[in-house]
């Protein structure tokens, strides 16, 4: 979902690993579902193809367990979506 996110941005995904001026990597979370909710954690993160990192962008969010297992891929794109700006800023800066 990123990839797509990035890339309509004008941050083109590089062609490998060797071409890459930086990286962006995300950790998904689901929680226990508790009142037919569960909380979804993701937090992105941006650093210099060399290591160096230059921040996260937190996201958390209370979701219905049935949505979640419905309608994932759209909400993955949503997250995506919503979090592809704070990235290339992280970039830029």
């Keep these: 979902a990123m990839t797509g996110q990035l890339a309509a941005a004008g941050a083109a995904p590089a062609r490998g690993p060797a071409e890459a001026d930086f990286v962006v990597s995300a950790d ?6 508790s009142q037919s909710r569960r ?13 160096e990192g230059l921040g996260t962008i937190r996201q958390v969010r209370r979701m219905s367990a049935a949505a979640l297992e419905s309608a994932w891929p759209a909400s993955a794109d949503q997250a ?14």
């Design 80 to 93: 995506a979506s919503a979090a592809v700006s704070g990235l290339i800023n992280l970039m830029r800066n």
């Design 28 to 33: 998904a979370t689901v929680g226990p579902e």
């Design 39 to 51: 909380k979804v954690a993701i937090i992105w993160s941006v650093a210099r193809a060399g290591g």
